[in-house]
T-cell receptor, first 112, second 113 residues
Framework: GENVEQHPSTLSVQEGDSAVIKCTYS??????FPWYKQELGKRPQLIID?????GEKKDQRIAVTLNKTAKHFSLHITETQPEDSAVYFC???????????FGSGTQLTVLP | ETGVTQSPTHLIKTRGQQVTLRCSSQ?????VSWYQQALGQGPQFIFQ???????GRGNFPPRFSGLQFPNYSSELNVNALELDDSALYLC????????????FGPGTRLLVL
């Protein structure tokens, strides 16, 4: 089955700096890669996604890049703000149910 | 916030008991997936329901079972609870034509003593 690895597990940045989180996946058939933000005690919130026919996607301060050949994708957050502090999960689809296989998460802390 | 709701929010059970968790999908969504999220980990896929039938299953034993109703809401049942079943249980709804684009509910936090 699909295996998704995510790093770093923790990331601290100064407010206004950029943050990058990286993930690799194992199943070459995976073709959809969402990112979720989960604040403490809350639901995972879909913040951006990318499909395998696209190399990059941007939404304001957030961007995701995908390298299908290398089987890795990354989340980029620019001009970070304290409210960006949360756990971020990457995921990849697999299987007939198109279920999500998640990475282990990155705790992002933005220091004011 | 998504339109996905779950009940109850918290639950405490003892080992060996049975539990039923409920999920109402977002309007217009007909597919429900269930995930288990242990503390400090990413969610793990349990199973998915579409048209009231199980549509895919992760690596969970048969004591984890589910239902989907004609209004697309769903239940997760866990029998013979074990201590390791303590976790946040999340449901996610999606449209059949885009099952991978999943929106999560707030979860039910289950503690097994």
């Amino acid at each position: 089955g699909e295996n998704v690895e995510q790093h770093p597990s923790t990331l601290s940045v100064q407010e206004g700096d950029s943050a990058v989180i990286k993930c690799t996946y194992s199943d070459s058939a995976s073709n959809y890669f969402p990112w979720y933000k989960q604040e403490l005690g809350k639901r995972p919130q879909l913040i951006i996604d990318i499909r395998s026919n696209v190399g990059e996607k941007k939404d304001q301060r957030i961007a995701v890049t995908l390298n299908k050949t290398a089987k890795h994708f990354s989340l980029h957050i620019t001009e970070t703000q304290p409210e960006d502090s949360a756990v971020y999960f990457c995921a990849a689809t697999s299987g007939s149910a198109r279920q999500l296989t998640f990475g282990s998460g990155t705790q992002l802390t933005v220091l004011p | 916030e998504t339109g996905v709701t779950q009940s109850p929010t918290h639950l405490i059970k003892t080992r060996g008991q049975q539990v039923t968790l409920r999920c109402s999908s977002q309007s217009g969504h007909n597919t429900v997936s269930w995930y288990q999220q242990a503390l400090g980990q990413g969610p793990q896929f349990i199973f998915q329901y579409y048209r009231e039938e199980e549509n895919g299953r992760g690596n969970f034993p048969p004591r984890f079972s589910g239902l989907q109703f004609p209004n697309y809401s769903s239940e997760l049942n866990v029998n013979a609870l074990e201590l390791d079943d303590s976790a946040l249980y999340l449901c996610a709804s999606s449209q059949q034509g885009a099952r991978e684009t999943q929106y999560f509910g707030p979860g039910t936090r289950l503690l097994v003593l």
